[in-house]
């Protein structure tokens, strides 16, 4: 699930931040690709940033129907420069957390959750 939008990076982080509470995701994690890949390879690369989001909720029905599924959590969220002054975001579709793991109690989860992800998306 992605999505191009014709704002800068940083006003894109905002909104995406503003988009994902707003459909009951918090951000546990943020990993800054471009400044990891910075200080550890002296690379360059396009601004980009994985917002590691979560719904508590959701969080909670998917353990308990997989106590394993802590693998595949938190929701990715990629939010990249995509120069311009414009920036894409994607979204990992959480029904991959189903055929990963095989295990069909998790498509409702994966149904609520990838729901909840394309409305964040949309409101962008």
Request: proline share 4%.
């Amino acid at each position: 699930m992605g999505k191009t939008l014709d704002v800068p990076f940083d006003d894109a982080m905002t909104s995406v931040r503003d988009a994902l509470a707003a459909q009951g995701f918090g951000v546990l994690t943020e990993i800054d690709m471009s400044a990891t890949l910075k200080q550890k390879l002296d690379v360059d690369i396009d601004r980009q940033v994985i917002l590691g989001a979560c719904n508590p909720p959701l969080a909670h029905r998917a353990l308990q129907a997989e106590a394993s599924i802590g693998l595949l959590l938190p929701c990715n969220v990629l939010v990249r420069d995509a120069g311009d002054g414009r920036t894409h975001v994607e979204a990992m579709d959480p029904h991959v957390m189903v055929s990963v793991t095989d295990n069909a109690e998790l498509g409702g989860v994966a149904d609520e959750a990838a729901e909840r992800l394309k409305k964040a998306l949309d409101s962008l």
